[in-house]
């Protein structure tokens, strides 16, 4: 039997051709992964802001004025190390708030031991009470750092510079509470240059 | 489609009849379920009324009326201070309780008590203050279930003192009630 | 010659029992049900009230000096001073950038204890804002009935939402909330509100007898 030449031709070129499409796709991926693409988020967020820059949240916008470490709490009493952190912030609800979201604003020390865990809001100036909407006021935060620290710790070099990492909030819909907000993974950070107040 | 006995046609079906009948019964067992713990519920009526020196004894526990007092001002717990007294024109009223616990199935530490002052016609009912009366000479109890200081224990007669600040015009017609957490409750007049 | 008039087709005798009438097509009425049901739940959605706290509350309105009255509670405003600095007293000035509306008010409570704990100043566009707590040894408190409070209210307000602010005296704020009365009070601020530099010091809160 003669086989015509096109027969003979189109098997083994649809399985060619088959080929094609998978090989697109790990061109693809390569060159994604190449360019950064597949790296895993980092913790301070991929957005970079200066100090004194408005971030604008879904409820909220916060200002970083900059970052004291200190040894003393605002009576002057002795305290254990700690960052603290001063903002302005304002809340763009419809009603007052109490306070201020927890989890939005935390620190990282690049290169240094973390900090605790636990972020602190004190009494910022005359102000400790509420936010009022669309009325900004200062806010501090404070963190003990190096974490576990406390005042008979020894003295550890300062860091030159801490990234305040801030966080947004998300509505989660669910059918038990109103208004239940969430904290997003980091939107981003700002690079602090940090200024040494310590006594001791 | 089922028929009568004498023919005609029904129209209660078998499916129908079965809806009807399961429906009216839960709604039966509801009722009775919803109107049982309402029947439980015992309402604040005072199971007895008690004048200064009168005592009763009411689910295990003995309850006496010390004193009952309406003054302007009332002496100050340390002599150095001046008598407690509330904004001009007012009146402080000091109801002070002795309870002893006779039942050992009675719980010290739940036994408590919401104590409130009323008028006659209760249309009007006054909260134990915390503003003008803390320094005044009183037991160190300001409820039922004791301090730690002075701790609730069986047979032991505890003092407990329910102050009040009220408008002097209120003054002729006062009655306290004092309703015990799950338990009776005793009305004091002066 | 005219032509005959053409001749108009008799209508088939039709029997008396079955009246001519128009048929709705059999398959026309679901749709035209489901029609008929959207309008309505259109027109009951537009015509419905909004399930605000609003509707909630009977309202009892005064103006500037005037008293306001509740079967339980009666309210006035007897001062209102918009500045720019408050001092509590006791450590840091509260200096804003914003507007500081000090607000004195006086509460007289009858027939049961007032928690006054849901006292706010609503702008007119619908913003609550909160007495400052830093001042709240000035500010309202529970109050037994018979009495009546007098109180300084500070609230920091941005300066361009202060015309026809009020003063809300809302019932007590509780895990529940239902149909209440509540007091509104006009603070009288018109169209331009200025801000006075100085500074002011509210009282202590007093109680007197009512």
Known sequence: MIMSPTAARTPRRRTALGWIPLVV?????????????????????????????????????????????????????????????????????????????????????????????????VAAGAYSGGFDPDVERPATLEVVWPDGADETTPRVPAPATVQVVVRDEREAQNFLYADQWQVTDPLGHVDVPVTDSRTR | MRRRRDGTASRWSGGLRL?????????????????????????????????????????????????????????????????????????????????????????????????????????????????FTTLAARPASFGCAGTEESPLRYDVAHETGFSFVVPAAAAGHLSARMAVRDGPTVAFEP | MTAPPPEVAATPATPASSVPRRHVPAALRPVLGLLGCVVLAVAVAVAAPDPSEQLRRRWSDAGPGAWA?????????????????????????????????VAQVDVAVRHRVAQLNHVYLRTADDKEYAPRSELSSAGLAQTQPGFTRHATLVFEVPSDRLPRAELVVDADAASVDGYTDAIRLDLGLGRTVRVSPETVTPAPASVTTT
């Open chain 2, 19 to 131: 809806a009807v009948v399961g429906g009216a019964a839960a709604l039966v067992v509801a009722g009775v379920t919803g109107w049982y713990p309402y029947a439980q519920l015992s309402p604040h009526v005072p199971a007895v009324t008690l004048r200064p020196g009168a005592e009763a004894e009411l689910a295990g526990v003995r309850y006496r009326l010390e004193r009952f007092e309406v003054a302007p001002t009332l002496p100050a717990k340390d002599p150095k201070d001046p008598p407690a007294q509330g904004p001009p024109g007012s009146l402080l009223v000091l109801v002070v309780v002795s309870q002893t616990v006779l039942d050992r199935s009675v719980a010290l530490d739940e036994h408590y008590c919401d104590a409130t002052l009323t008028e006659d016609d209760g249309a009007t009912v006054w909260q134990t203050d915390s503003d």
């Open chain 3, 69 to 101: 009255v509740t079967p339980d509670r009666s309210a006035r405003v007897t001062s209102v001073a918009v500045v720019g600095t408050v001092d509590p007293g006791y450590g840091d000035v509260l200096a804003s950038r914003q507007a500081l509306v």
């Open chain 1, 25 to 121: 796709v790990v061109l693809l991926v390569g060159l994604v992964a190449a360019t950064g693409g597949l790296a895993k988020a980092p913790g301070v967020g991929p957005r970079r802001f200066a100090v004194g820059e408005p971030v604008v949240l879904a409820r909220w916008v916060l200002v970083v004025d900059g970052v004291d470490l200190v040894d003393t709490t605002s009576y002057g009493s002795p305290s254990a190390p700690t960052l603290r952190v001063r903002l302005r912030a304002t809340w763009t609800g419809d009603a007052t708030e109490p306070l201020l979201s927890s989890g939005l604003v935390h620190v990282v020390v690049p290169g240094g031991p973390p900090p605790a865990a636990d972020v602190s809001s």
